[in-house]
Structure formats: structure tokens, C-alpha cells
């Protein structure tokens, strides 16, 4: 969880812009992340946090400023200052190096488990078989899943999924991993234990880039949170401070946002454990609107 070994930032972006038909989405990023930090990126929806992540794996193009990943220009080669876009296969060669894990986990439905995990390391990394799913289940054992291997997909609950999805990331031993909003398709007793799976791989050390609303999350793991609006970033620091002490109006409106949909969230979460829609009536800091709630069941 704690920044370690060398100075030179594992993400280095400088002045990152990227426009979509004239709509600039990303107004001048900066960002530096140390090897083994934890950066959670919070911003209203829109605010192009996805566009940033998909910029560092090169799944956008920028139009302006440069991002390096280990000391590796992302997506160009810089010839005495001008730059020129890589060939494809050596951006697919830059993008083996992050793993990325997104709302939605896209494994082969009609893939085993192990066959998900084992799949870029054998095909794209030229892994033997044998090698690979032997660090398959490895990694399984790692995200709770070591009973699952034969396992399909859709045998699968979401959490599950999406630890799945974990697992085929790390398979390729990714330096960096980005996750995008990980939990936020789950049904909210499945948040926990994928969030759990993330907590531990900040604890060995891994570098992450997380975009997530788990407030809780972001208080706990994050050495630094990172609050973009618009394209830009507005405040940074750690959590104590961007989410426990924020000085920008812009961030303390979209955290007093952001409580009052974990709020709701935790009702849903009492309203899924007890079956017990009424209960909610009687939850702590309730707004009173009894009326409006369904009780029915
Ligand atoms: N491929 C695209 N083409 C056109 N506009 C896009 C494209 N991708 C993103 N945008 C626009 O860029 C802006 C930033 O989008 P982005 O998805 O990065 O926001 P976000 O912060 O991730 O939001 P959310 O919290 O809703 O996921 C939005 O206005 C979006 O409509
Ligand atoms: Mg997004």
C-alpha cells in the first residue's frame, strides 16, 4: 500500500488532453504514481476518468501531452521531440503490462475458469500450458476462487465474476493495474468481497489505479485520491484529507453526493440481507419519507 523502491514515478502523465468531436474531456492531466501506491480517482459522472484510464492503456489516443508507464512513452516514439504513433504491435506490446478491470468482466462464457485465466498467457504471452495454469490456480487461491476452476462463467455469481476477472488480469503479471468502477455492476452483498480481493493486492505491493464510489474503499487502501471535474483535477491528496477534509467546493458537493448514495446503498444492502423492506423505514438518518417507500413483501 505504501509507495516503495525506485523515485521514477511508474505513471508519469503530463498535461494529458483528449477531445471527442471538439468536446474537450481531458483539460491538462497530471498525474505521477509510485511503484506499489494506490490512487483512487473520484469525479462526478462525466468528469473523464474512464477517458483517463483508457488514455494510459492507449485504448484512446491523446491529443496533447504524454504519459509514460515504467519510463515507456505510451503509444509514441519520440524522435528529437516530434512525436510518431507506434506501430499497433508495439502498443499491444505496451498494453500487456496493465491490467485492466472493468464494470463488466466480458470472460468467455463458453470457457471454463481456468481456460479465462490461462488464455492471454498462453496465447499472447506464449506461456506453456502447463507453466500458465499452474500460476492460474495460483491466482485463483489468490482471489478465493481455488474450487472453481472448472467452473463456467454463467455458473458464477457476479463477485465471483469479476474475481475472475482479477485473476486473468494478474496472470499476465501486469505492472499497473487500472480498475474502472469494479463493484459497481455487483449487487451490494457481492461489493465486499471483491473489494476485499483489491485490498489484498495493495497489500502485496501492486500499483493501482482505481476509479471507484466506494468511499470506504478509498479511506482504507488509497494512499492518495485523486478529484477530477470536468477534465480536470481539482484536488489531490491523501484520503484523510480529500474525503475527510476537502477545501474545494467542488469536491465537498460531490462527497455530500456520494454519502447520500452510500446511504442508500446501505439500505439496499439491509433490504437484500433481511428480505425486510420495511425495516428501512427505521434505518438511521432516513429522510422521514416513509410514505413514498414500497413495503410491499
Ligand atoms: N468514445 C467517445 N466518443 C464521444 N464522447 C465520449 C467518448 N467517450 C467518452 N466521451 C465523453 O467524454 C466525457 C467523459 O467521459 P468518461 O466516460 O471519461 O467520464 P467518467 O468520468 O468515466 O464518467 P462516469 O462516472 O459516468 O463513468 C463524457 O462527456 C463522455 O460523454
Ligand atoms: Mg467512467
Known amino acids: 500500500m505504501t509507495a516503495s523502491t525506485s523515485d521514477a514515478p511508474l505513471v508519469h502523465a503530463v498535461n494529458v488532453s483528449k477531445s471527442f468531436h471538439g468536446n474537450e474531456v481531458l483539460k491538462g492531466i497530471d498525474m505521477d504514481v509510485a511503484t506499489g501506491e494506490v490512487v483512487v480517482l473520484l469525479g462526478p459522472s462525466g468528469s473523464g476518468k474512464t477517458t483517463f484510464l483508457r488514455c494510459i492503456n492507449q485504448l484512446e489516443t491523446i491529443d496533447g501531452g504524454r504519459i509514460w508507464v515504467d ?6 516514439d519520440d524522435r528529437g521531440g516530434t512525436l510518431h504513433r507506434l506501430t499497433d504491435k508495439r502498443i499491444a506490446a505496451q498494453r500487456r503490462d496493465i491490467g485492466m478491470c472493468f464494470q463488466r468482466f466480458n470472460l468467455f462464457p463458453h470457457k471454463t475458469v481456468l481456460e479465462n485465466v490461462v488464455e492471454a498467457p498462453v496465447q499472447v504471452k506464449g506461456m506453456k500450458r502447463k507453466a500458465a495454469e499452474a500460476r492460474a490456480m495460483e491466482l485463483l487461491q489468490q482471489v478465493g476462487l481455488g474450487d472453481k476452476p472448472s467452473a463456467y462463467p454463467a455458473q458464477l455469481s457476479g ?8 485473476a486473468r488480469a494478474l496472470a499476465m503479471d501486469p505492472k499497473l493495474m487500472l480498475f474502472d468502477e469494479p463493484t459497481s455492476a455487483l ?18 505491493g501492486m500499483t493501482m489505479i482505481v476509479v471507484t464510489h466506494e468511499m470506504g474503499f478509498a479511506r482504507e487502501v488509497a494512499d492518495r485520491v485523486v478529484f477530477m471535474d470536468a477534465g480536470v483535477v ?6 484523510s484529507e480529500v474525503i475527510g477534509n476537502p477545501k474545494h467546493h467542488r469536491t465537498r458537493a460531490f462527497l455530500s453526493r456520494m454519502r447520500q448514495e452510500e446511504q442508500a446503498h446501505a439500505e439496499a444492502v439491509v433490504a437484500s440481507v433481511t428480505g425486510n423492506t420495511e425495516a428501512l423505514a427505521d434505518a438511521p438518518g432516513d429522510g422521514g419519507d416513509d410514505g413514498a417507500r414500497d413495503t410491499a413483501g
Open 71 to 76: 519510463g515507456d512513452l505510451m503509444g509514441y
Open 159 to 166: 463477485g465471483q465474476q469479476q474475481r475472475v476477472a482479477i
Open 187 to 204: 449487487d451490494p452483498e457481492l461489493v465486499g468481497e471483491v473489494l476485499k480481493v483489491m485490498r489484498d493486492l495493495a497489500t502485496r
Open 234 to 239: 481539482v484536488e489531490e491528496g491523501p484520503p
